[in-house]
């Protein structure tokens, strides 16, 4: 095992339970806030559930962010609470999808100053790349359900885009309120 690999679950030959923990502890926060009713119109969401895994990226960084998004999307599935057609279109949807929002972790900020733009320009990306593969899904798996004279891939794109906007909109709001009201959250100290 690489040293860089080991320093991030293992801190003197010890596990690191504190990091463990919170990864642990934000996937299941986010599991738990994806069960509050989400939908707008049809499949068009806001999912709010993200945020989770996003404030995990940015206070942990990158590896993080991705085992986080991962437990949450293995916890929809095993719980019952995924839309499952195919087992492709579930490693998609429910495994690279959630993993993406760890992307955020590349704007992590390490120093106390904890500056707005990163945190707004890390969840943009993490958001978009998301719903990426959520609009790939519906081109592929989901086009059966396409409104009436619309194609797979504009049904898609409406679907999926509209939820990305919601979704980036809400998650703006709830971290620009985070960041001014608990900046400590985002960046993480040894206490």
């Known amino acids: 095992m690489c040293a860089s690999k080991r320093s991030f679950f293992m801190s003197n030959s010890k596990f690191n339970v504190r990091l463990l923990t919170e990864i642990a502890f934000m996937a299941a926060l986010a599991f738990i806030i994806s069960l509050i009713p989400n939908t707008v119109y049809g499949w068009i969401i806001v999912e709010i559930a993200c945020i989770p895994i ?71 990306v993490a958001v978009l790349l998301k719903y990426f593969f959520h609009f790939i899904a519906g081109i592929i798996f989901w086009s059966q359900y396409a409104w009436k004279g619309w194609g797979a891939v504009a049904y898609s794109l409406a679907v999926n885009g509209i939820s990305a906007i919601l979704t980036a909109i809400a998650a703006f709001v709830i971290l620009i309120i985070f960041v001014k009201k608990f900046p400590k959250l985002f960046i993480y100290s040894n206490y």
């Open 54 to 124: 996003l404030i995990l990226s940015f206070r942990r960084g990158l590896t993080a962010g991705l085992v986080g998004g991962l437990i949450w999307g293995i916890l929809s599935m095993i719980t019952g609470h995924a839309y499952i057609l195919t087992l492709s279109q579930a490693f998609l949807e429910y495994l690279i999808a959630p993993v993406s929002l760890g992307i955020a972790g590349l704007f992590r900020q390490k120093t106390a100053s904890l500056k707005l733009v990163p945190v707004l320009l890390g969840t943009f």
